[in-house]
């Protein structure tokens, strides 16, 4: 499919065959999640935590990976059909993840995220739910520290 | 005597089926399958393939109806669907671009509006630009997918200038993002 923006959203590898409309995904990410996050998966120096080569990194442990499903916006986005937030999640990760995606992930599917979302972090304090998964993939998956930051670019603050 | 005898093979294979099967065993087996059926995966295609938006002409809102494609100053311009704010285009900017002394937004609102020349849904960027004294010049409020402000995640009331050096909104530009 040829359009204006294609170049916008490129992905940085071949997207998962598990992505049954691979265009519609792209546009669901735009049209849900591009406003804030970018186009691109980056809007930075909005205080918005990067997606471009950073989200795979949450594919690190099975509690990290439930995690981006019961973020309430996904959890509770309007998309209703599974495979068509799977598709959109998939294309998230595989499309804007590049070289954080680990190698041998494998794509979200249908019931995966039928079953996440019923999980939607409601009550809990996302920012304390970021840095427990983001401490995990610095110790298990070779995730950078600027993880901890919501964009790389600015110095990291030592931890107390 | 003829080599092939269709006629006496399958007379001699439905004496055997009649032979071995009883007409409840048949119902019995019907019925656990009938019964069984929704446990199983029986159409694995049409179970993968994701659910489409609803793009027909009857799906369309109010605006996308009288929506025009010749004036890009006029808040019924097709591609303000989705647009809480004043238009760029009458500020001194266009519909791309923020006017001198203003600072584009990195993040936006986004609609996904309907070009009534081709009939084809298109998502739109609401871009706001900011640092400038707000413009009063042609204020439009169109609400295509727009949820109400206790859903402050799909509401486009919120000023969207975060990440720049000021919070203070002057216009809203319109960028086409690609198609829906």
Redesign the interface.
Known sequence: ?H????A??EPARPLPAAI??P??A??DY???C???H??QGS??????PELRNRVGYFLCTPASRAYLIRLP?IAHS?I??N??L??LVNFMVFGLGGPSTPRDAHPFT?EEVAHERQFALLSTSLKKERARHVESAIRKCHAPISLRLLFPGKPVLRQP | MKMFDADAIGESLLRIFAGRTSRRGILSRLGLALVAAPAFPLLPVS???????DRSPEARTAFARSAQTADDSKCTYWRYCAIDGVLCSCCGGGIHSCPAGAEP????????CINPDDGKAY?I?YRDCCGKPACRQCACDNGDREAPLYVP??NNDVI?C??TRSMQYHCSTAV?????
């Open positions: 499919m359009h204006a923006a294609s916008e959203a049954t409309d265009d519609l792209r546009s735009v049209e849900n591009g406003g804030c970018g186009v809007a930075a120096p909005a205080q918005l916006n309007r209703t059909d495979q068509r799977a598709d249908a | 179970r993968a393939r994701a659910a489409k938006p937004s990195p993040v936006s609102w986004v609609g996904t998502l960027a995640q799909l969207w975060f990440g086409l993002v690609g198609a829906a």
